[in-house]
DNA sequence: CCGCTAGATTGCCTTGAAGGCAACTTTGCC
DNA sequence: GGCAAAGTTGCCTTCAAGGCAATCTAGCGG
């Protein structure tokens, strides 16, 4: 995790590349389509060899991944933070909204065509892989270490994190499929609130 | 879906060739290791060629994801048939429990080279997606069915949806991470009631 | 029973992804 | 200033994905 505190001139730079290549992958989405470009496209726009490209990220749905997994990373980080008594559901529910707080999500309306364009990227199977990788882990050893369970043998803290993973999704498919109106923290909030109740269905 | 009730001949070769497939994948990574073949050697051993080994599955890793994710369509298909009254967890669980049952999984015990294949398929993001593709869909369908719920409008079905999917991945993950030796429907059990509990931190 | 046709199989081909290897360049330190 | 380690790049091979057109066959109507 050499991620975060970039010590010298040579990390920063790295963490510059890494950030203009699925910066440049957002940008090449929204303006050609999921399917209308290619990671050779991704590295000209950030200056960069396609070659270079493969060393930061193994698909185009890394690259754009890479901004929300990092999110997840920070919450994962947050979670350790979180009171000790406060309810589980409560600090995890917590610890996801910072991080969209901090990168200022959702960054104004999008347009009709952004939306569509991220409909198309979740519905892909790669993105949704993509957007597990490397994160889920984190989330394990942060919840097992609130928790007092070892990730190893106990299937609780991975239980959770898939939980929570899987909330999440369903959390950020809602917001592309339907009008994003509702504030995404609210609905976090209420999403996790229903999950320590053991997610009764509607009224019935 | 006409996946059920092949009703001619034509149907009946089709589902054989897919399932042919399929079982030929799975023992060539059991005999040489999952980097050790391609789609063409799967696609002789089944009897076919490469191009229609392409018509039937997408890549190698759909093949080998046949099996679960037919599992988990049937499990769709159950769920549909648990009585109304019966909590849905319970349902969902046992909806879950009896493809596992039919198919006789665990197949006997495995041997530790199979486990140790199994263990490299389940880690490759490849395989992930592989089994996320076509599989949550249903189960939103059924589990909006179950719960009247509206699975475009309402956030309820997919979210109960993703939150199965991914307690399953925990199970799953830790039948292949620890020694197999608890019988799969009975963890199943638990962690479902657990979740109609809200997953309450152990002890705390 | 026979031929007809939709659907299945196949080969060929193009494009793109993945990643090993070695040459070259830059950074950070002495 | 120079040196070692790390980063970048080009080249290459292997494999995957899937369009297209030719061929074959199951299952139907005559």
Do not use: C
């Amino acid at each position: 995790m050499p991620e975060e505190a970039p010590s010298g001139l040579r990390e920063r730079k790295k963490l510059d590349t890494r950030k203009a290549l699925s910066d440049a992958a957002l940008e090449l989405m929204f303006e050609r389509g999921l399917d209308n470009f290619v990671r050779e496209d991704v590295a000209a726009r950030a200056g960069v060899s396609l070659r270079t490209f493969s060393n930061y990220f193994a698909s185009k749905y890394d690259a754009l991944a890479y901004r929300v997994n990092h999110r997840i990373r920070r919450s994962a980080a947050l979670l350790r933070t979180r009171p000790a008594d406060e309810p589980m559901w409560t600090a995890i529910a917590e610890a996801l909204i910072e991080p969209l707080r901090e990168d200022g999500v959702p960054f104004g309306r999008p347009t009709d065509e952004q939306i569509h364009e991220i409909r198309k990227l979740n519905a892909t199977p790669e993105m949704q892989v993509a957007l597990a990788r490397n994160t889920v882990d984190d989330l394990v050893e942060a919840i097992a270490e609130r928790t007092g369970t070892d990730p190893e043998a106990d299937l609780y803290p991975r239980l959770v994190a898939n939980v929570t993973i899987g909330a999440l999704n369903a959390v950020l498919n809602r917001y592309v499929r339907t009008d994003p109106a509702l504030a995404m923290s609210r609905v976090l909030r209420e999403v996790f609130d229903d999950l320590s109740k053991g997610l009764p269905p509607p009224r019935a």
